[in-house]
């Protein structure tokens, strides 16, 4: 019996399913990725995408508008950036009667997609402006606020060689991102299909497989899923694990962090965790699909203190730990 | 059936199963503990002594807690939350049924909760709670089973690991009680001499469960010197007997009385006294018949103690074997002295003093003519009886054949009879060498007079001897 509700898992799984295999026409390798970064724009959250140049990340975005006809824009962030490059500026325009008038211009970040690259070369303020959007979903300028088009959805990528004359993003900042991802350098495969692929006369071209409405019933999709309490103790679990200070925290934490993850922590891994869960045609949660997330989502939130540093522990190290040794509630 | 009714109904039944898993599982850890403790105070007993009490109540109580605490545990109530995450645990299901557990409580009736119940309900439906939940053999079972055979092993095989440790809590009292009330049934049918009596008092001590090892020991040490006490006044009655045959064998009509006495056979010895005495009596011989009847009497008491020496000698043998057997079950035994007597104590011991009345007695009825002064002293132990004031003395060789009367040799060079050759107790092999005795007839008077020559049980002799001489020479 197809109930509406399996009817609508079904159209989710489908067309998440749709838009993976469409990028993966382009994309080579990431799958994972891929899926996570669907995950989030699913999830009304925003990537922080990490790997050495030209893996591939501002390609990956790129293709995802494409294929799911949203519009995009990229901003190359620089040192020399301003706000109003981003969220754009108010300009003088004049009338046909010659009358003077104030009218804002809108930058880049009015798009549904949004790559940000290389967000750490821009100094804080620009940051904080770009970070501010995705928080609030709007724009304040010219004593009036401008909301996004939805879905707004931001992908900043960062490169962890070359740090000198950057700005980081402050930890309070890499909070607001829902998931932080790692392009990995391509195998000798991937590598091949990529060399194939771009190096000929027709390149691969996406077709847009998913429009802009149907994005956002997924959303809502999302947000439906019901959770058990058992499951988001799991979750929270997690996240106290991760605090040196806490009576949960695990006995790493202790010894390798310095702060750990916030509650936007929790929200991440729960979220993450109902795509995930819709993705394996389920309409509740399972601590499985907690802990399918748990990496992406509390990796960037950990701060680790200067021992981590010396002994080159890295937050993955950690989290894995804690979920070898942390239980899932037995009721 | 609705959704929730099926996803309850397989809950309870997994319930059910843990519970009952549980139980057994906490039944046989409950189990294990307790056969444990038990062993472990089944072998520290013995080590408690008169604190073994304490331990058995302290024990009682904690096992009784543990019992409760185990119980508790075991039967209290398994939430359909538990059973619901231990079937998603066994079956894989991902939280599926924990989730829907929850949901049916907590969570309001959304499209995707209903959705996820009617799942859950349909994945319930086809679970085999028996096959999920199997009815497990808890794992410590043989752990278990092998302690409950050491325990029992402990108890029945070793039997001394259970039933020492009161006689251990009594500072390793040697336990024969029902032994020493055996023995003591056989002293009823003995005169009521003040031997038999030490004897049957110190066996009535014994005979008392709570006797300590001390008071055993001193009832022990008792029936050993009431024995030595019989055995000198049956050494004494022995040489009376001989004595009284020696008088007896010049008279014709006593003639085979005496070679009865001379023979150990007191019954018929008597028998033909008592002839004597009837026939005394019909040929009006008054005189003559007390003196039999006299006779008669010495030869029955003599009878009787030595009948009283040989049943005390073997309640003392008994003893001794019975004292030996409870000491080696006593761990602390080994240490003491041994009390029991000496092998050849059973033996009668030859001593000069008790001859001394009898003899006297007898050469008076012979001849009451020569009696001067009175006799005096003791008819038995191992002291001699006082000289008769201003008796006539004999030789001395002849007092000191008479000493060696008992081991004169019979036919063959044996002595005559075996029983009269009795080996003295250590103590007074010490004081007196019988040997000596008899090498000392030979030697000339020098050498009887020399002191280092005479052995020290005859030196009164002598010395009365001479005393007595120089006082005849003043007369």
């Given amino acids: 019996m197809n109930t509406v509700v399996d009817r609508q898992i079904q159209a989710f799984r489908d067309q998440f399913q749709r838009v993976r295999d469409e990028i993966a026409r382009v994309i080579v390798g990431n799958e994972d990725v891929v899926a996570n970064v669907m995950t989030c724009l699913l999830a009304r959250g925003h990537v922080l995408l990490e790997g050495i140049p030209g893996v591939g990340k501002t390609k990956l975005v790129q293709t995802m508008a494409d294929a799911m006809h949203l519009r995009f824009s990229r901003v190359q962030f620089t040192p020399d950036l301003m706000p109003g490059d981003i969220i754009g500026t108010s300009i003088v325009r004049e009338d046909d009667s010659g009358k003077k008038f104030f009218e804002f211009q809108r930058g880049p970040i009015f798009s549904n997609m949004v790559l940000a690259d290389e967000i750490n070369r821009a100094t804080p303020k620009t940051q904080s402006a770009l970070l501010e959007a995705m928080q609030e979903n709007s724009v304040s300028a010219g004593g009036s606020t401008h909301a996004l088009d939805q879905p707004f959805f931001v992908l900043a990528t960062q490169n962890p060689i070359e740090m000198e004359g950057t700005y980081p993003l402050p930890e309070a900042q890499m909070d607001r991102f829902l998931f932080k991802l790692k392009l990995d350098f391509p195998d000798v495969g991937q590598l091949h299909t990529i060399v194939d692929r771009t190096t000929q006369q027709n390149e691969p071209e996406v077709e847009r497989v998913l429009e802009r409405e149907q994005i956002l019933d997924m959303r809502e999709t999302v947000r439906a899923i019901p959770v058990a309490r058992p499951v988001q103790e799991y979750a929270i679990r997690l996240t106290l694990a991760t605090h040196p200070e806490s009576s949960g925290g695990h006995e790493m934490a202790r010894k390798y962090v310095r702060f750990g993850s916030s509650p936007r922590g929790t929200q991440s891994l729960i979220l993450g965790a109902k795509v995930h869960a819709l993705m394996n045609d389920r309409v509740y949660v399972s601590c499985e699909d907690v802990r399918a997330v748990t990496l992406p989502a509390m990796r960037h939130r950990i701060l680790l203190n200067f021992e981590a540093e010396a002994e080159r522990i890295d937050p993955d190290q950690i989290l894995q730990r804690i979920l070898e040794t942390v239980p899932e509630p037995k009721e | ?475």
């Fill in chain 2, 1 to 475: 059936m609705k959704d929730r009714e099926v996803i309850h109904a397989a809950l309870h039944e997994i319930a059910r199963r843990i519970l009952l898993n549980r139980v057994l599982r906490e039944l046989v850890y409950a189990a294990g503990v307790v056969l444990f403790s038990l062993l472990v105070f089944q072998l520290i007993r013995p080590a408690a002594g008169r604190a073994g009490m304490l331990l058995v109540a302290g024990l009682g109580i904690g096992l009784a807690c543990f019992c409760i605490y185990v119980a508790w545990r075991a039967f209290r109530r398994v939430p359909l939350s538990q059973a619901a995450g231990e079937a998603d645990a066994r079956a894989r299901l991902r939280d599926e049924l924990k989730s829907a557990c929850w949901f049916l409580t907590n969570e309001g009736a959304t499209p995707f909760v209903r959705e996820q119940v009617a799942r859950a309900a349909r994945t319930a439906q086809h679970l085999d709670p028996a096959a999920l939940v199997p009815t497990r053999t808890p794992r410590n079972l043989p752990v278990v089973t092998a302690l409950a055979v050491l325990l029992a092993a402990t108890s029945w095989v070793m039997p001394q690991l259970s039933h020492s440790w009161e006689t251990l809590a009594r500072h390793d009292r040697p336990a024969y009680p029902k032994e020493a009330a055996d023995l003591r049934a056989r002293l009823k049918e003995l005169p009521p001499d003040p031997e038999v009596q030490q004897v049957e008092q110190a066996l009535s001590v014994i005979e008392r469960p709570e006797a300590s090892a001390e008071e055993v020991e001193r009832a022990v040490k008792a029936v050993r010197e009431a024995g030595e006490q019989m055995n000198m006044r049956a050494a004494a009655a022995s040489e009376a007997l001989a004595d009284l045959a020696a008088t007896m064998a010049g008279r014709a009509d006593l003639a085979r009385a005496a070679g009865a006495l001379e023979d150990g056979r007191t019954q018929e010895a008597m028998a033909q006294i008592q002839r004597a005495v009837r026939d005394a009596a019909e040929g009006g011989m008054d005189t003559d018949r007390e003196t039999l009847q006299r006779t008669l009497r010495i030869v029955e008491e003599a009878d009787a103690v030595m009948q009283a020496r040989n049943e005390i000698a073997e309640i003392q043998r008994e003893m001794q074997d019975f004292h030996a057997l409870s000491a080696q079950h006593s761990p602390y035994s080994p240490g003491q002295p041994d009390p029991s007597p000496p092998p050849e104590a059973g033996r009668v011991q030859l001593h000069s003093g008790g001859v001394s009345q009898l003899g006297a007695r007898l050469r008076l009825d012979d001849d009451e003519s020569k009696q001067e002064g009175s006799g005096v002293g003791m008819g038995s132990g191992d002291s001699p009886s006082l000289a008769l004031e201003g008796a006539s003395t004999a030789r001395l060789d002849v007092q000191l054949q008479l000493e060696a009367v008992r081991i004169e040799s019979g036919e063959g060079g044996e002595p005559a009879d075996a029983s009269w050759f009795l080996v003295p107790s250590r103590e007074q092999a010490a004081a007196a060498g019988l040997a000596s005795v008899r090498e000392g007839q030979a030697y000339t008077r020098a050498d009887v007079m020399s002191p280092a020559r005479i052995p020290l049980r005859q030196r009164q002799l002598v010395k009365d001897y001479f005393i007595n001489l120089h006082e005849s020479q003043d007369q």
